[in-house]
């Protein structure tokens, strides 16, 4: 008999999605994920999406309908992706927790859109636009090992990180039984409607091309939000980040900042009060300049958590420390 991992809880969504082969601990048990839960005459959301890693554009469409493309003009091929709206389900099998499971895959959040057509904007000490976009609606990914998605069963909802070797061997469903059900290489996502604001910095960007530009602005968003939660009061769990292309033509890509809290708590629009604001900068630029590590790299006590492992690689504390000072000096 299989135990189902009722519906997720959409607070947690907004950091991470369960998938194939994660443990999860519920009732003093540690239940191990094996698939995609379906319910009988209800179909899953699938949608196809276009990303551009070089400029941090994401478009998607429902399963079937006209492509979009990319607002950047680069062509990608499109991927696809199911929403585990109804929860997980395990094969029934359970053990003893003896620690907290580990994280197997981790998640990157992508703007999606907003339904504000002509949204406020607030200029803040000279030095950053603000654009209120509530509701505006991220896209959470996770796409498995190396972007190479999970293969999820069409009939019973089993899923695997890797195909099964031999086809002509039917899977067994979360039921135990046999299926021969088609398994479709998807990834897995959610779309988290909540406040967001846009933070577009004036300036000129220390990196000349644009691939490096987007990884800038990655450490500068990841250092605003640490400098937001300070500002804010509020755990730095609350908050994530994300970045896109500028809107405008700026050197700098636009910073998303946006509330864990599906439907948001009003938390981020504070920002565009100017005392708040500043604070938030004089936070951001304390984490990154008086970090120890080496100005050319980053750690877990200045921009590295969990949630960005995706660019620990290429974030800098270093750039972002002296961005930052610069923009403080001309905060008019």
């Known amino acids: 008999m299989s ?7 959409p607070i947690r969504l907004a950091h991470e999605i369960e998938t194939p082969g994660s443990k999860i601990v ?13 319910v009988i005459g209800r179909q899953l959301d699938q949608r196809q999406y276009v990303r551009c890693g070089r400029h941090a554009t994401f478009v998607s ?32 099998s359970a ?12 998640t990157r959040p992508y703007f999606a859109r907003s339904e504000i057509e002509n949204p406020e904007t607030v200029q803040v000490g000279g030095v950053a636009t603000l654009t209120k976009a509530s509701p505006g609606y991220l896209v959470v990914l996770c796409e498995g090992r190396k972007g190479q998605g999970f293969h999820i069963c069409r009939e019973c909802g089993a899923g695997f990180v890797t195909r099964p070797k031999s086809l002509k061997i039917p899977h067994k ?9 088609q398994l479709d290489r998807v990834a897995l996502g959610h779309e988290i409607p ?12 220390p990196a000349s091309q644009a691939d490096g530009r987007i990884w800038f602005a990655y450490s500068l968003a990841y250092a605003v939000l640490q400098g937001a939660a300070e500002a804010l009061e509020v755990p730095s769990t609350d908050l ?19 509330e864990n809290v599906p439907g948001g708590a009003g938390l981020v629009a ?3 009060e100017t005392e708040i604001f500043r604070q938030c900068l004089e936070e951001a630029k304390r984490r990154v300049r008086d970090c120890l590590c080496g100005e050319n790299t980053s750690c877990d006590g200045c921009l590295r958590s969990y949630t960005n492992q995706f660019a620990h690689t290429h974030l800098a504390r270093g750039p972002v420390a002296r961005y930052l000072e610069n923009t403080l000096a001309r905060w008019t």
């Open 3 to 9: 135990q189902e991992a009722g519906p997720m809880d």
């Open 26 to 38: 519920a009732n003093k048990r540690l239940w191990t994920s094996y698939g995609v839960k379906k």
């Open 61 to 92: 469409w429902p399963r079937g309908g006209t492509p979009q493309g990319l607002p950047c003009g680069c062509e990608e091929c499109p991927s696809e992706y199911v929403d585990p709206i109804f929860g997980f389900i395990t094969d029934g």
């Open 95 to 106: 053990e003893e927790p003896s620690s907290r499971p580990a994280k197997v895959f981790s």
């Open 173 to 181: 469903t979360p039921y135990g039984g046999d299926c021969s059900g």
């Open 194 to 205: 909540t406040d967001v604001v846009k933070l577009q910095f004036h300036g000129t960007s």
């Open 240 to 258: 994530s980040v994300t970045v896109k292309q500028s809107e405008a033509g700026a050197e700098i890509p636009q910073v998303i900042l946006y």
């Open 270 to 272: 504070r920002l565009e």
